[in-house]
């Protein structure tokens, strides 16, 4: 039976066989798709074993230890090992996902089950498809690989890289329905050429190479989950940073010259029997007839914190903003000097009780730094560090004679990071011109500035120059798509 009438349109057919198949190339895989695949794991051996009984991939050394069976990657002993380690704790250069929920038995992407065959099409639609789809004929069960920019490890296998693989394997294996207790060691080998009846069938998607970050931040992005984002600089100039911190420094100066004062008026039941108090609030003045509301009203939020404390009782916001909100009232009243009321948002309360309760619990002044500017991030520490005076005067002994040896190094280290960059750029721009020929050899059509644009998230420019570069040119007149919601 026809998938669809023989009188439908071409787009109606192609949306139809997209559904069915969810997304995925029913083509098999060739053997210049695996050799593709080997160049870009880059091992010229690779840990094989020929079934599920894996103490026989190990081989006994002289003095009784084990060592695992490798072969080689041209040789035609890899094709009959049905499984095999496509990463190790040092390196890898894929993500694997086992996908654990049964379908129909055929071992092709249409006996997928339906569950996983939406969520591949919504991994196709965002460019967050996986490279290699490995099936099941028996049961219908998947295997899933994404090419990704080589990670490293110590011996320890323990690194930065790897902690973001783990993350990324297991936030896309938890929502395409992963096996949690797949080891992520031996996984079923698209390299086996063999004729056993229970071995997966291989199909190559695409050649895409994915920066594991982007892979992590794109998959949370379409599933909704928050994906952390680098702090971003704050401060034009290393000027503005240290005068920012100075002010910062001394409003937590300030703060703690008022909470030592207020330890010595703890004891409230003497507050009765206190001439300066006015409705148990003490007024700090500016000068005669003009108080100081704020501070006023701070002294008096801190103070109530410190009773709440000793008292055994929770110090809410609710109840620490009501103390400042009165103690500000009882300011206004009697020293507001013809001013109006300016009490501060409810935002600012709340970051103000907060502050108040971190300091009562911790006594620690440093919990009063500025509302309007932040915590310092780790690279303004640095130039903190790099342009005050201390480390002025160090940086400019050590720069004064062009010619030592520190500034040779610190040149020549500059020379590689600006090698380094280049290369990536090259790199970056060989892959967008890259993307765009394989998106009209797949399609027939040219993709757009704007899908590219969103593919790799850079900018238009950057997109532009890369065709350019290339020698590719587009077909003009034709209308940018709508971006992806």
């Known amino acids: 039976m026809s998938l669809v009438n023989s009188t439908t ?7 139809q066989t997209t559904d069915l198949y969810g997304g995925l190339d029913d083509t098999p895989a060739s053997g210049l798709d695996r050799e593709a695949l080997l160049a870009h794991l880059g091992r010229k051996v690779l840990h094989g074993s020929r079934g599920r009984d894996f103490a026989s991939a190990y081989l006994t050394t002289k003095d009784g230890g084990r060592a695992p069976r490798m072969y080689r990657v041209d040789s035609e002993a890899l094709g009959k ?3 095999v380690q496509l990463t190790n704790k040092q390196y890898a250069s894929v993500l694997v996902v086992d996908i654990d929920l049964p379908g129909d038995a055929g071992g092709h992407p249409v006996n997928l089950p ?10 196709i639609a965002h460019y967050l498809g996986p490279a290699w789809v490995g099936i099941n004929p028996v049961n219908g069960k998947c295997q899933a690989i994404w090419l990704i920019d080589p990670v490293y490890a110590d011996a320890s296998g323990q690194s930065r890289a790897m902690t973001l693989l783990a993350a990324a394997t297991h936030d896309l294996g938890q929502w395409l329905g992963h096996d949690s207790h797949f080891s992520h060691r031996f996984s079923r080998s698209p390299f086996y050429t063999g004729d056993s009846p229970t071995a997966y069938r291989w199909y190559r998607q695409h050649h895409r190479v994915y920066r594991l970050a982007d892979l992590l931040a794109g998959v949370r992005a379409m599933t909704g989950q928050e994906s952390y984002a680098k702090p971003r600089q704050q401060f034009s100039s290393g000027r503005e940073l240290i005068m920012a911190v100075k002010a910062r420094r001394e409003d937590a100066e300030r703060f703690k010259a008022l909470s030592q004062d207020v330890e010595a008026e703890l004891a409230g039941h ?22 100081a509301r704020d501070e006023t009203a701070f002294r008096h939020a801190l103070k109530t914190g410190h009773r709440l404390r000793q008292a055994g009782q929770r110090m809410t916001d609710a109840a620490i903003i009501d ?14 000097d013809g001013r109006t009321p300016e009490l501060p948002p409810m935002k600012d309360r709340q970051t103000m009780a907060r502050r108040v309760r971190g300091y009562v619990t911790t006594s620690k002044g440093e919990a009063y730094g500025s509302s309007a500017t932040g915590r310092a991030t780790s690279a303004e520490r640095k130039a903190l560090a790099t342009m005050g005076r201390r480390g002025g005067k160090k940086a400019a002994e050590r720069w004064k004679d062009p010619d030592s040896e520190y500034a040779q190094a610190e040149r020549d280290k500059l020379q590689k990071i600006n090698v380094r960059r280049s290369q990536q750029g090259k790199t970056r721009r060989l892959r967008i011109a890259a993307w765009f020929l394989e998106g009209v050899s797949e399609t027939g059509e040219w993709p757009t500035i704007n899908e590219a644009v969103q593919a790799f998230d850079v900018s238009e420019r950057t997109v532009r120059n890369a065709v350019k570069d290339a020698g590719i040119e587009l077909p003009r007149g034709r209308k940018k798509k709508p971006a992806t919601p």
Do not use: M, N
């Open 270 to 291: 003497l507050d009765q029997y206190d001439p300066e108090l006015i409705q148990g609030v003490r007024v700090l003045w500016i000068r005669t007839g003009r108080a």
């Open 9 to 15: 349109s071409g787009t109606t057919r192609h949306t």
């Open 323 to 336: 103390a400042y909100e009165h103690a500000y009232t009882v300011a206004q009243e009697v020293g507001a």
């Open 81 to 83: 090992c049905e499984y």
């Open 114 to 123: 339906e569950q996983v065959k939406q969520k591949f099409s919504q991994l």
